[in-house]
T-cell receptor, first 113, second 113 residues
Framework: AQSVTQPDIHITVSEGASLELRCNYSYGATPYLFWYVQSPGQGLQLLLKYFSGDTLVQGIKGFEAEFKRSQSSFNLRKPSVHWSDAAEYFCAVVETSGSRLTFGEGTQLTVNP | DTGVSQNPRHKITKRGQNVTFRCDPISEHNRLYWYRQTLGQGPEFLTYFQNEAQLEKSRLLSDRFSAERPKGSFSTLEIQRTEQGDSAMYLC???????????FGPGTRLTVT
């Protein structure tokens, strides 16, 4: 069965610093990969997605992610973090033949002024 | 595009009562999903509809849970004889015909006292 691991439960960065959130997946073939962001008490907003092609994908709010097949990873990055980026971030995968999303446990991001 | 909507946003109920939640997907989306999210965890898949057909149910969906999508538009999720362990955020998502990304509603927060 497919699975997603987000090794960092909580990350704290200073405003203006760079950010990288880690995501590893377990799946035999190339899955479809997603990053979502969730503010407290809210639903999930799609940040970006990877299906195929260029392994570096751009998303909203200045985020990008890189798919690395050899490492089974899909890490999320942002060059300069803003205080409004404080939220919980979820990596998710769907099998190409399936439908349900499988989520990681999330990484809580705190941004210090 | 008005997005996915869910009602109510919050529900407090006493143990043993029945509750029903509603989800209105993005209008042209034929696929609709229900997920449950407990504190500090990623969302977990409950069930999935394609048009009015319920195509997949998770083991998490006990006999007390039932979902419907009678006309292939909105969906309802009913929990009978609620238990304290049912307290969670219930999220609805929808997906278009030719896409894999899912768009989430704001969720319904259920508290069982």
């Amino acid at each position: 069965a497919q699975s997603v691991t987000q090794p960092d439960i909580h990350i704290t960065v200073s405003e203006g610093a760079s950010l990288e959130l880690r995501c590893n997946y377990s799946y035999g073939a190339t899955p479809y990969l997603f990053w979502y962001v969730q503010s407290p008490g809210q639903g999930l907003q799609l940040l970006l997605k990877y299906f195929s092609g260029d392994t570096l994908v751009q998303g909203i709010k200045g985020f990008e992610a890189e798919f690395k097949r050899s490492q089974s990873s899909f890490n999320l990055r942002k060059p300069s973090v803003h205080w409004s980026d404080a939220a919980e971030y979820f990596c998710a995968v769907v099998e190409t033949s399936g439908s349900r999303l499988t989520f990681g446990e999330g990484t809580q991001l705190t941004v210090n002024p | 595009d008005t997005g996915v909507s869910q009602n109510p946003r919050h529900k407090i109920t006493k143990r043993g009562q029945n509750v029903t939640f509603r989800c209105d997907p993005i209008s042209e989306h034929n696929r609709l999903y229900w997920y449950r999210q407990t504190l500090g965890q990623g969302p977990e898949f409950l069930t999935y509809f394609q048009n009015e057909a319920q195509l997949e149910k998770s083991r998490l969906l006990s006999d007390r849970f039932s979902a419907e999508r009678p006309k292939g538009s909105f969906s309802t999720l009913e929990i009978q004889r609620t238990e304290q362990g049912d307290s969670a955020m219930y999220l609805c998502a929808s997906r278009g015909r030719l896409a894999y990304e899912q768009y989430f509603g704001p969720g319904t927060r259920l508290t069982v006292t």
